[in-house]
């Protein structure tokens, strides 16, 4: 019986110690690691020229979307999500001249998100060129969630919103524990038995749930003396 006993509290041990490594491994892969871009160059006079004045417009609506009875912002429901979205006012919008070697930022980050949807893998922070942020312009959302840049010449830009926490809550039954309940009677000749059923007890439980969105897209202006709208929903990261 010792002997019995000692296992027990080995493996108990066992599986504490390897709960507590998992949570450390996991804080590590959610804690970004910065990852320098120096490939494909950064093209500025690319960057440049497109920032010269034009005459076409870029509209858009910044917003996001709240799921699964309020815990989850940005993701998508599992089918059709007719969920009314929320405007975000006051944020700031950023526009970038889609280089080469913004186009890699972009998709490297995707693929980083993408990989993270179904497996733990290191959450990294991709950086490129400094000059990046020399040929940008910025704005603001207004109380609609609306924003616009004009004078733009045609081709390819980069729409970025840096990530914000959307906090949503609600109410949500859990279960808090069981017990037994008389679901009938079987009457034999040895007399009465009782026949028991298992029945899950419930509460309802407020929960406040935070989530870190974010949004990136390129956008193509087609030719001068056009508006291309746009939706920006935020989305995890």
Request: with cysteine.
């Amino acid at each position: 019986m010792p002997m019995i006993v000692a296992c027990l509290l080995l493996a108990s041990c066992g599986s504490e110690m390897r709960r507590a490594e998992m949570k450390v491994q996991d804080q590590q892969l959610d804690t970004p690691v910065t990852v320098t871009v120096t490939s494909p160059p950064f093209d500025e006079a690319y960057a440049k020229t497109a920032l010269a004045k034009g005459s076409s417009t870029i509209k858009g609506v910044v917003f996001h979307k709240i799921i699964n009875g309020g815990k989850q912002a940005g993701r998508d429901a599992p089918i059709l999500n007719f969920s009314q979205g929320s405007p975000i006012s006051g944020v700031t919008v950023y526009l970038y001249p889609a280089t080469e070697h913004v186009k890699e930022i972009v998709r490297l980050e995707s693929e980083n998100r993408s990989q993270r949807a179904w497996r733990k893998v290191q959450l990294k922070r991709f950086v490129g060129d400094p000059r990046i942020h020399k040929y940008a312009l910025a704005t603001k959302t207004d109380g609609n969630g609306l924003f616009e840049f004009t004078e733009m010449r045609p081709g390819n830009y980069l729409i970025y919103v840096e990530n914000m926490l959307i906090t949503s809550s609600g109410q949500e039954t859990v279960p808090v524990g069981t017990r037994y309940e008389t679901a009938g009677y079987v009457v034999s000749r040895h007399g009465v038995t009782d026949v028991p059923r298992l029945v899950v007890q419930t509460e309802e439980q407020h929960f406040r749930v935070k989530t870190e969105v974010g949004f990136n897209e390129i956008v193509n202006v087609p030719a001068n003396n056009t508006v291309v709208k746009m939706e920006a929903r935020m989305r995890p990261f």
